[in-house]
Nanobody
Framework: QVQLVESGGGLVQAGGSLRLSCAAS????????MGWFRQAPGNEREFVVA????????YYADSVKGRFTISRDNAKNTVYLQMNSLKPEDTAVYYC???????????????????WGQGTQVTVSS
């Protein structure tokens, strides 16, 4: 069992930055790939970025490449999402999730994840 708690969301102006954190409980955090998804009102939850258990591979949605960076600290059971050059279209609830899998095709899908956090709101004003 893994419990995930996101933090770091808030209101920021376009062009600004935020860093989200996702703290995981349990001693098996390092065995899971971790992903970030987001969901805007009226939209489906969409993939943002994922990182494999070792941090050796990362996968980004085209919409955030070059602006967002995922990292993890297995010693602290925490995954981070650094978001720079934020745009109003980045406004959404951001969720972190844990997956037993490592393949991109699986990590890209919401169905590839075993555990989810409650989400944190990110609002980017124009």
């Amino acid at each position: 069992q893994v419990q995930l708690v996101e933090s770091g969301g808030g209101l920021v102006q376009a062009g600004g930055s935020l860093r989200l954190s996702c703290a995981a409980s349990g001693r098996t955090f390092s065995r899971y790939s971790m992903g970030w998804f987001r969901q805007a009102p009226g939209n489906e939850r969409e993939f943002v970025v994922a990182i494999t258990w070792s941090g050796g591979s990362t996968y980004y949605a085209d919409s955030v490449k070059g602006r967002f960076t995922i990292s993890r600290d297995n010693a602290k059971n925490t995954v981070y999402l650094q978001m720079n050059s934020l745009k109003p279209e980045d406004t959404a609830v951001y969720y972190c999730a844990a997956s037993r899998y490592t393949a991109y095709a699986t990590l890209f899908s919401v169905r590839g994840y075993d555990y989810w956090g409650q989400g944190t709101q990110v609002t980017v004003s124009s």
